[in-house]
């Protein structure tokens, strides 16, 4: 389940917008969010592309997206 509080906060911080976030998962802000609200799962290679993007650290990995 992901940690939606904590992953926004990440975003929010980065700077980045969401719907191009999601423009580069591949997937489109709907899914995005869908993803973000846990009403879905995010894949294993669209949390290494948003760890990569974001910066996000093996800690903050696990504590965002395994928690």
Not at 14 to 32: C, D, V, Y
Request: net charge positive.
């Amino acid at each position: 389940m992901t940690d939606t509080q904590y992953l926004d906060d990440v975003i929010k911080n980065s700077g980045l917008r969401m719907n191009w976030l999601a423009e580069q998962l591949g997937i489109t802000p709907k899914t995005f969010i869908d993803k973000r609200m846990n009403r879905s799962e995010f894949t294993a290679s669209e949390i290494k592309k948003l760890c990569d993007i974001l910066n996000i650290k093996e800690k903050d990995r696990s504590r965002i997206f395994f928690n």
